[in-house]
Each structure stands twice: as C-alpha cells, then as structure tokens.
C-alpha cells in the first residue's frame, strides 16, 4: 500500500515531470512557464528518498538544458530551470555537467537570470578552474537584489579567504566597509563583516 507522500510523488512524475520529459515541444510557451515552476516547486519541496529515484536523472538534466537554450530570452523559465537544476544539485547529488556550467556562465549575463546563478556557481567543480572566476566574484555585490548579493559575496569570500589575491583584497575591505557605512545591519552581520575585513588587512 502507497504512502500519501508516494502517492503525491506519483502524481507529480505524471501531472509534471512526464510531460516535460517526452513532450516539451508541444506546450505553448505559457504553458512550459507553468509546467517549470510546478517542477521548481518540487525541487523545492522536503527532500525524500522517493523524489531522489525520479529527480536527479541525466535524463531531466539533459531535457531541461535544451529547453534553457530554446527559450533563451524567457527569464520566468530560465530563472525556474536554474532553481530546479540547483536545488536537484543540492538536495539529489545531480551531477552538473561542463555543458550545465557553460549555461550557467551565458546567464550570468542575463541580469535577470544572475541572481540565481550567484548563488551557487561559485561552489561548482568547475569554477575553480574559470579564467574570470575572480572578476564575477567582485561583481556579485552589484547583482540585484544587493542585499541578498552581499550576503552572496560575504559568503565566497570567506570560504576562499585563503586564496584571494593580494591585489583584490583592497577592492574588497573598501565594499565591505562601504556596506557597513551606508547599511543598517544586523549587529552579527556588522561582526561578520569586519572580521573579514582584519583577516583581508
């Protein structure tokens, strides 16, 4: 006898992921537009060991990158993609391909894209050997919404304190202390941030 939660589970591979799977192509635009974000709510949703047998396949990766480059100016699919692909990283262990991180690269021109790709690209295997990683670095405090960006940027920087180099570490004192200056903060946050800022000195 099935669980509530494997029933759920059933019926969302049928209602959503099915159809995104073997039939894409046919949807309208509107209609891709609801479908994703039906799946970046699940993908969202308590992680189960049901959802990881159906979720983390190349099969979804792959289907989810062509739709990605079909729909290329679309910010409400791409914005969805980018969260799925994300939280099926995170919470499913979906392995992110050099062609995944080549997608994520071309929205971090997208400034409506960038944001969700902020938050995570700069933890992938494959960032560590990107030529510009440190130039994107400097540029997330400026991706909106900066305040969510700064906590973004706090977080890079103080895993990767050890290898940042000497001529950035001005750059980066100077936007901290900027912040610190022009924000109310959260007395932590303030903490946090001029700890960096005496470990960057």
Not at 46 to 58: C, F, Q
Not at 66 to 90: P, R, W
Request: proline fraction near 3%; charged fraction near 30%.
């Amino acid at each position: 006898m099935k669980t509530k939660h494997q029933e759920q589970v059933l019926k969302e591979i049928v209602d959503v992921v099915n159809p995104i799977l073997d039939n894409w192509e046919n949807y309208t635009e509107n209609e891709l537009e609801y479908l994703l974000k039906k799946l970046g709510n699940i993908c969202r949703d308590e992680t189960s060991l049901v959802r990881k047998e159906v979720l983390p396949t190349k099969k979804i990766a792959e289907t989810l990158l062509k739709i990605g480059n079909e729909y290329d100016n679309n910010h409400k699919i791409l914005t969805q993609i980018v969260s799925s692909i994300h939280n099926m990283n995170d919470r499913y262990s979906l392995e992110i391909s050099d062609d995944w991180f080549k997608f994520f690269i071309h929205q971090t021109k997208n400034r409506k894209v960038n944001f969700y790709v902020s938050v995570f690209i700069t933890d992938l295997p494959q960032f560590a050997s990107y030529e510009d990683k440190w130039k994107y670095i400097m540029s997330i405090p400026n991706i909106a919404p900066k305040d969510k960006s700064m906590h973004t940027f706090y977080q890079v920087i103080n895993d990767n304190i050890n290898i940042i180099p000497n001529e950035l570490k001005t750059e980066i004192i100077k936007i901290f202390e900027k912040y610190i200056t022009e924000k109310k903060l959260h007395e932590t946050t303030i903490e946090n941030y001029q700890e960096i800022i005496e470990k960057l000195k």
